[in-house]
């Protein structure tokens, strides 16, 4: 059991970290292409995982995720945004709604790709190793895809439903991003967000039956 799970971490590094520079690549590009330079002039516009990697959400929670509740998840150190930099005609609130949704985006499009890799890998080139790769690839692109997606900030969901509300909600968004972290952490060490599993199931296996009807 223990050796399965050294396994799986050692193999799960590669496509963790690249998943995760992804994202927030995702919104950096997001963010210039609405004006917003910050990104790009911080030098987070790279691929270079080094300057995207956070020592709690880049390497504990991911490490605590799999441990406690048998799944990746994990995150990097967030993309600066300036709102204020967008072009005047880009609403502020709007504009980080689309900062944020490109993140979880670009993961719901990487999963599709390491399911195509993934069934090409089984069809064609049954090794464990490679095989593994594109599981875990596809399994921790999804989970990181709908985690981010709860409306807790500084989650990107909470910037997506915070461009829907009126503006009186500011205040609870503004509040709860004090104690948000906490309460990620939370969720990750007791395994309460593996609900997340049942709609991130639903789509692996879409993902997956997908390229199989194409392979046949």
Do not use: Q
Not at 168 to 191: C, N, P, S
Not at 201 to 209: A, G, T, V
Request: with cysteine; glycine share 6%.
């Amino acid at each position: 059991m223990i050796r399965n799970k050294i396994f799986y971490i050692a193999i799960g590094v590669i496509p963790l970290l690249f998943s995760m520079v992804i994202h927030e690549v995702a919104h950096g590009w997001a963010a210039l292409k609405l004006g917003d330079s910050t990104a790009k002039d911080a030098g987070r516009l790279t691929l270079n995982p080094i300057a995207h990697l956070d020592p709690m959400m880049s390497v504990v929670v991911p490490l605590l995720s799999y441990l406690l509740a048998g799944v990746f998840f994990g995150g990097a150190k967030p993309v600066p945004v300036n709102p204020y930099r967008f072009y005047p005609h880009i609403e502020m609130r709007r504009g980080m709604m689309l900062v944020a949704a490109a993140g979880p985006l670009s993961n719901l499009a990487l999963a599709f790709i390491s399911a195509f890799l993934y069934v090409a890998a089984y069809r064609f080139f049954p090794n464990e190793i490679v095989i593994t790769f594109f599981e875990i690839s596809l399994m921790f692109n999804i989970m990181l895809c709908f985690f981010n997606l709860i409306p807790i900030p500084p989650l990107d969901g909470s910037r997506i439903l915070h461009g829907f509300l009126p503006r009186e909600y500011d205040m609870i968004f503004i509040t709860l991003e004090r104690y948000g972290f906490i309460i990620i952490m939370a969720l990750v060490v007791t395994g309460a967000f593996s609900v997340l599993l049942v709609p991130a199931r639903l789509i692996l296996k879409l993902f997956i039956w997908i390229p199989t009807l194409i392979f046949g």
